[in-house]
């Protein structure tokens, strides 16, 4: 008695259990069928076989539906599987057909695919966003330094969400033509006068080109004057110049210098060889002597002359002031 109770209850537990499994696919299918979307009965249910969500795929089916667009079921379950979002691009689709906008399904999940918000691209194609460029610095023809922020409006363009390129080419880009554009300036107060030359030659560019968006306009929203970058490389040439000729001065300096030490040293020399010379006299003079080629009344007269040339040169040679008062 005790076995048939647990037998009942537990039969009751797996009745109750396959009666929510099965009503809660009837209920989706009845929503479908209530919603004029052709989804089977038997298809929600291989629908969890397949893991894939039934309630996901017959919501996204039913909103297609009630919007005039004909998904079929088999697509949007591939989508799922293939990792897409097929809410957002249920939407994306719903989005562009109200605007108008040629929007395909397998674009849709190409671009959903390729990492791209496609209902985010959607909005951008209806609504154009604003992108503000990084602080862009440049010099004119005439050395002065320019620093402009622009913001470039810009549309997302559906035939190229795919494969092209992102934002950051866009701001790169645009950078660039203002670079160009600032630097072929002949004055700085060219651009100052007129900014809005530089985003129409920027716009002329075609810098849109590969990218997933279409640059509707192109603003400057500020203009700034920066450096003297002119003034500041003749400066710095200058100054090179300058240490250049100081090198130069100093290598000069250092040779003079050595030429000077190398005379000193010849002086040094021949002074050397100046007396060297002077004590070679008293050795002839001895010589002279002991061979009887000079005698001694030579030698007093050669003595006297000696002294004849000391006095004179005292004579000729001017006295200092010492000399003249020893008192001072």
């Known amino acids: 008695m ?42 929600i249910i291989f629908m969890r076989l397949r893991k894939v ?47 108008n ?12 695919l390729a990492g791209r918000d496609v209902l ?21 023809k005439d050395g002065i330094q320019l620093r402009a922020i622009s913001r470039v409006t810009v549309r997302a363009n559906i035939d190229r969400l795919v494969g092209g390129a992102g934002e950051e080419t866009i701001l790169a880009r645009v950078g660039e033509g203002i670079v160009t554009t600032i630097g072929s300036a002949v ?32 603003d400057i929203a500020d203009v700034d004057v920066g450096k003297n970058i002119g003034a500041e490389l003749e400066t710095d040439r200058a100054e090179a110049d300058k240490k250049i000729a100081q090198a130069k001065a100093e290598e000069k300096r250092a040779m003079a210098f050595a030429q000077e030490q190398e005379m000193r040293a010849r002086v040094q020399e021949m002074r050397a060889k100046v007396v060297e010379a002077e004590a070679q006299v008293p050795l002839a003079m001895a010589e002279a002597f002991r061979s ?34 020893p008192k001072k």
């Not at 076995?3 to 797996?14: E, Q």
């Open 2 to 43: 005790d076995i048939m109770f647990v037998l009942l209850i537990i039969a009751g537990i797996i009745g109750l259990a396959l009666f929510y499994f099965i009503f809660s696919y009837i209920a989706l299918w009845l929503q479908a069928l209530v919603s004029g979307a052709k989804v089977g009965l038997l298809n």
């Open 53 to 99: 969500p039934p309630k996901l795929v017959v919501e996204s089916k039913i909103m297609a539906v009630k919007a005039g667009i004909e998904i079929p079921t088999d697509s949007l379950e591939s989508h799922f599987l293939a990792g897409g979002n097929v809410g957002r691009v249920v939407q994306a689709l719903i989005a562009a057909d109200k605007a």
């Open 101 to 112: 906008i040629e929007l395909t399904f397998n674009r849709a999940v190409a671009i959903d």
């Open 120 to 140: 985010e691209a959607v909005r951008m194609s209806v609504n154009p966003k604003i992108i503000e460029t990084p602080l862009v610095t440049a010099m004119a």
């Open 187 to 218: 004055t700085h107060k060219e651009v100052l006068e007129n900014p809005d030359s530089i985003s129409k030659t920027v716009l002329k560019k075609g810098l849109d080109a590969g990218t997933a968006y279409e640059i509707l306009s192109i």
């Open 292 to 325: 009887g080629n000079m005698g001694i009344m030579d030698y007093y007269r050669m003595q006297n002359i000696s002294a004849d040339t000391k006095m004179r040169d005292q004579i000729a040679t001017p006295e200092s002031d010492s000399d003249q008062d």
